[in-house]
């Protein structure tokens, strides 16, 4: 049985920091493509970075290009989101996932939708001055 524990988010001025971390038990996350969504208030959920199994290859939403950075820890069996430079439109509850994929892009592009993606319970993050 899968279980998360996400950590990080909470209130920053535009232009802050955040780490959202994500720690899995149940499964390995490193045989496993591993992502950040988020949803705004009225809006669909989106893909914000996605990170593919082992050494795969990472995908970033043109809106956090160059702001976020994800990661993951195998030892620790936890998934990273850096978020520099935040802006009010950052704002959202953000959700770690994972599925067995290798299409990342793709899972990405569609905010993560498959019948086969495991979530977290998510986190709030808030941009505001």
């Known amino acids: 049985q899968v279980q998360f524990v996400e950590s990080g988010g909470g209130l920053v001025q535009p232009g802050g920091s955040l780490r959202l971390s994500c720690t899995v038990s149940g499964y390995t996350l490193d045989y496993y493509g591993v992502g950040w969504f988020r949803q705004a208030p009225g809006k669909e959920r989106e893909g914000v970075s996605c990170?593919?199994?082992?050494?795969?290859?990472?995908y970033y939403a043109d809106s956090v290009k160059g702001r976020f950075t994800v990661s993951r820890d195998k030892p620790k069996n936890t998934m990273y989101l850096q978020m520099n430079d935040l802006k009010p439109e950052d704002t959202g509850i953000y959700y770690c996932?994972?599925?067995?994929?290798?299409?990342?892009?793709?899972?990405?592009?569609?905010?993560?939708?498959?019948?086969?993606?495991?979530w977290g319970q998510g986190i709030q993050v808030t941009v505001s001055s």
């Open positions: 990170l593919g199994p082992g050494d795969g290859g990472t």
């Open positions: 996932a994972f599925l067995s994929t290798i299409t990342i892009q793709a899972w990405c592009d569609y905010g993560g939708e498959s019948e086969f993606t495991k």
